[in-house]
């Protein structure tokens, strides 16, 4: 009996040892922006001059803000400071009360707002309103939603239906897949959990294009490069222009 069992065994190895050897399956995800598709913009990104910003009854301004190509700003400031309100002047969504606004030739915008907006909620589907963002077909647009963590079940559901985790992990996705040379986040890191967070800077500090983040998270701030940080005053500052900050 025993050597019958020793005979198996040794059939069964050599079995084993004639299977072909297969790849690792994938697993987890992993966060990468691919600017590939996309030219560079030209060497100025964005300008504004003697702009001021008014929403309400906050005014910013009168300031004067270039943004050069490769670019690494982070908006830094107190809450109701502006951050947001001059990201939306920058890229037009919020009209000047004063000054001029330019936005350079072939800048092509990636912006993570706030209200995560990049998928449609109209859309049946994530799949559907994330081939409506990126222009990819079913297969290339479910596997690039699953390096970002999103499955099969998922991308079935409604874009409504996503936790804001996942509606960021599904814009960052679109970004990566469509290509940007101007990519501009407005606290990034809300809702993601510390594994995705990480993946995030990775991802930031291999992009090669302009970017521009309003950030109070500090890892975040410190573990990406950046060539400058522009402070915003306080609501209760007699200075309301833009500064140079450390």
């Known amino acids: 009996k025993t050597e019958r069992l020793a005979s198996r065994a040794r059939r069964t190895e050599r079995a084993m040892e004639s299977l072909d050897v297969v790849d690792k399956p994938w697993e987890g995800w992993d966060l990468r922006f691919n ?33 050069a190509w490769a670019d690494r700003i982070a908006l830094v400031g107190p809450n109701g400071s502006g951050k947001t309100s001059l990201v939306e002047a920058i890229l037009g969504r919020l009209p000047l ?5 330019r936005l350079g030739p072939s800048v092509v915008v990636g912006e993570l707002g706030q209200d995560r907006r990049v998928l449609s909620d109209d859309s ?39 936790s804001p985790g996942e509606r ?6 679109v970004f990566a897949a469509r290509g940007v040379n101007f990519l501009v986040l407005d606290e990034p890191t809300n809702h993601l959990d510390l594994p995705a967070i990480e993946q995030l800077e990775s991802a930031l500090e291999g992009y090669e294009g302009t970017l521009l983040v309003v950030s109070h998270d500090r ?28």
Request: glycine share 10%.
């Open 219 to 246: 890892r975040l701030l410190e573990a990406v490069t950046l060539t400058r940080r522009i402070g915003l005053p306080g609501r209760d500052d007699a200075f309301r222009g833009l500064r140079e900050a450390r």
């Open 35 to 67: 600017i590939n598709e996309t030219t560079r913009s030209g060497a100025v990104v964005a300008h504004l001059a003697d702009a001021t910003v008014e929403r309400g009854d906050f005014v910013l301004g009168p300031f004067t803000l270039d943004i």
């Open 124 to 162: 049946t589907s994530v799949a559907e309103g994330f081939m409506a963002a990126t222009g990819l077909s079913v297969a290339p647009a479910r596997s690039q939603l699953a390096k970002f963590g999103l499955g099969a079940e998922t991308v079935l559901r409604a874009p409504a239906s996503l």
């Open 97 to 101: 009360t004063g000054g001029t606004r």
């Open 168 to 173: 960021t992990r599904a814009e960052l996705a």
